[in-house]
Structures are given as C-alpha cells and as structure tokens.
C-alpha cells in the first residue's frame, strides 16, 4: 500500500534540529487483553446495530461505520482524520497547487468552524476573512452540530456560484460576507521589486514551491547584480504543506547541517534532513518574517534557519504545529491521515503548541497593536492538542484556555501599512551595510 508523508493541515476549503541528545525509548506500554478488546467490539457492533434500526432517521450502514473511523481519528488529536474519496481527492489536489473552493484553511473548535489562514488572492482573502475568525453560520444554518467534512461540504459547490458566511472575530459583532466560489489556482511563491532588498513571499508548500523560489532568486539576482542588500522571506500566515519542500526550500538558503528531523513512537524511525552543498543566495543577510498564522512547514523553514543563524526571524510567535502526518491510502474508501511523529529544528527543539519565538518581536503596527487573529488562537489551543513535551496531554496553562468567540465588545477599525515588513526591510539593509564593511 502506497504510503506519503507530508506536513497537513487542518481540513481546507482550498477545495493544511543540529539534533539534541536522543531522548531513551520509553518502555513498551502492556497491551490491552484481547478479552477487553473483544468486549469493547462487542459494544461497538451492538451501538452500530442500535444506530442502525432505532435512529430516528435512516442512516446507510457505511455511513455510520465511516462516522466511526473519523470519530476515533479525530479524537486523537486535532490533525487525525478519515478522507473519503472525494476529499482525499481533493487533498492530493491541493498539494499539486490547484483545487476547487474559497480559499481557507480550516479547523474545528468548540463546535464551531475556526480560520486558520486566508490564501493569497482567493475568494476568502479578497473578503476580507482572517485568521482566528469563526464562521458559525453557512447561507443563514448553524454550523453547530456538524462535523468539519460536512461543514466544509456546505462551503463548497460550483465555480461562480456564492455561500454566505457568518463570521465572528475577536472584539466585533458578527458580520455576514458573501464569497463566489473559485477554481483556486495558488501561486505559492511571489517576488517584488523593492529596490536593494529582495522580497519572496511563500504562501504556501505545494509541489513547485522550491522551483518558485529558486526562480524568484535568480530574477532578483539578476535584476541587482551589484546593489542587493540581502533577502526578506515572508511567511507569514503561511499555513504549511509539503515537509519536502519545506526542506527544499530551507536547503536553498544552507550550506551544511540538519534542517529538521521527526520522532516518532520508535526510535528506529526518527529521521534526520540535512542540508545539500550550496547556498543560492551566496552567504547574503536574510530576514524571515513570520505571525501567528504562520504553521507548520513554514515553522520548519523559520526555525532552521534560526538555528543555523542564517537569518534573522522577526514578526511575532508562530502558530506551533509540530507534527507531522502521514497520509496512508484505503484501496476503495479514501485515506487515513494520522499523526505519526513530531519535528524537531536543528537545535532540538520541539515547537508543538509553543511555536517559534522572533529573534526581534515586531506587532502589526507601529503605536497600537492590530491584531490579525486572536492572541490565544495557536496550536495549543486546540481541541485535543498534542501536548508539550514537558507537559501531560490535556494540560493547558491559564494563558493557553480557549478563547471566547462570542465576544462582541466593539473596537475601533484602523488601517495601518505593513509596518512589518517595512522594518523587515530596515534590518537587512543595516545587515548589508555592516556585511560590505
């Protein structure tokens, strides 16, 4: 059976360490009786034959049985699942850069369906849908009650045709916004001129990101052969991808030593990436801009190369998705995605549910802080979670509690410039000054 791995996020309507010390295997947990199982499979087969006959509407048998491999899936943790043909379809669409829908990475929480990120130039982002809002509402029917595949199911439908939305975000009374649906086509890497200072925006980790950016690097080189001060590699709200990608794309900015490695439950299938011979940009200072949307992949490129102290990070902490899952196809019945393991930055460090800290911490704006989402809306904070590691399963600080999405204290509006990325910007030309000294 075919088997991929890739760094997923939640479910999408796009249609998701130089090594410390190896950590000693934890002891084999004793196996539970198979008597235990047996009786646990017969109260299984008698809830299915009672779901089956006494529901009060009739349910197809391999519905319910597929209600039942996601149930337990997505117990685990908020990144587990089951994919049926179509959205197992749809997934590997995804990842190929082109699929159908609104354009938004999505999550479940609390009942209620929370954003993880807009895409660039989609239906979503061009109304105005931000990360950390909830939608709590589909054309005007409650999204409570549902699960995130039929919730996402009720999003989609033909190109062109519209869905209207409900949103709630923190700090504002609900607000409807209408989205025509599109054939989403991401362009995952963009570059603009801005003079001495090269800027690439990664929007995502699909297939052709590496060779994206490779051409966004010699366009820039070749367009300032003798005035390039150094790089701006923006992340932000970048929720991830591809790990080999994500690797890819780091190694194009190294020149030895480890970019990532994964753990999982076995010891004898920890992995280890390492960067090739090599640095396309020569050596030239580099800013990686990175917020709280910024996740998993995106958090493999920005922690490698903090580490390496290839560049420098700035923005504000990463969303901290540090697992990784692996996608495992069912001949006939679509795909289970299961968490398998956890990535570690070259350091050792293990950023589930913490996220990458900034070298320099930059807000949105320069006075007042704008926020782009919630400030409690990070990995940690959802359901299930996989906990730190110092940190039993479940356990959450008073500062990691879910946050309310039903607050309606109204705020002012303000338009800032992307102060961000304008002081990104300052520190590469002050890096390039002192590097031509």
């Known amino acids: ?152 199911e009720k999003m989609r439908g033909p190109v062109n045709s519209k869905v209207k939305l409900t949103v709630r975000r923190k700090d504002k009374p609900a607000f409807d916004a209408t989205l025509t649906r599109d054939a989403i086509k991401i362009r995952s890497v963009k570059s603009e001129d801005k003079g001495s200072v090269g800027y690439i925006r990664i929007s995502s980790f699909s297939d052709s990101t590496t060779d994206d950016v490779k051409k966004a690097l010699n366009k820039i080189q070749k367009d300032h052969p003798n005035d390039l001060s150094g790089y701006v590699i923006d992340l932000r709200n970048n929720p991830g991808g591809l790990l080999d990608q994500a690797v890819s794309v780091a190694d194009l900015f190294l020149d030895e030593g480890e970019i990532v490695s994964t ?22 200072p580099i800013v990686v801009l990175i917020n709280e949307g910024s996740a998993s ?37 679509g795909a289970i995605r299961l968490t398998t393991a956890r990535y570690y ?20 704006g320069h006075v007042e802080y704008v926020a782009t989402r919630s400030d409690d809306f990070t990995e940690a904070t959802l359901p299930n979670a996989l906990a730190k590691q110092d940190e039993p399963k479940g356990k959450k600080s008073k500062k990691e509690k879910d946050p309310d999405p039903f607050d309606e204290k109204p705020a002012e509006e303000k338009k800032i410039e992307d102060y961000q990325l304008d002081r990104a910007m300052d520190i590469v030309k002050a890096m390039g000054i002192y590097r031509n000294k």
Do not use: C
């Open 1 to 152: 059976m075919k088997r991929f791995t890739a760094v997923f996020l939640a479910l999408s309507l796009l249609a998701t360490p130089a090594f410390a010390k190896e950590k000693a295997a934890e002891p084999e947990k004793k196996e539970v009786s198979n008597d235990s199982v047996y009786k646990y499979l017969n109260v299984f087969s008698e809830t299915f034959k009672r779901a089956r006959t006494d529901y009060v509407e009739e349910v197809p048998a391999d519905k319910l049985i597929e209600y039942a491999i996601n149930g337990m899936l997505s117990s685990l943790d908020p990144h587990s699942s089951y994919l049926d043909v179509e959205t197992f379809k749809e997934m590997r669409e995804q990842t190929k850069g082109e699929f159908g829908g609104l354009g938004i990475e999505v999550t479940m929480e609390n009942g209620w369906v929370k954003v993880i990120s807009p895409i660039d130039d989609t239906p979503a982002s061009k109304a105005g849908i931000q990360a950390g809002d909830f939608i709590t509402h589909i054309d005007g029917t409650t999204v409570l009650g549902l699960t995130l595949n039929q919730a996402v």
């Open 263 to 284: 753990r999982s439950r076995r010891a004898d299938e920890m992995q280890r990436y390492n960067a090739s011979k090599g640095d396309a940009t020569k050596g030239m």
């Open 297 to 333: 992949a995106a958090e493999i490129v920005a922690g490698a190369l903090q580490d390496h102290k290839r560049a420098v990070v700035v923005g504000m902490r990463s969303f901290g998705k540090g697992s990784v899952q692996t996608v495992i196809p069912v001949t006939g019945f």
């Open 345 to 364: 930055t070259p350091s050792g460090r293990s950023i589930q549910a913490k996220g990458i800290e900034p070298d320099i911490q930059i807000p949105v």
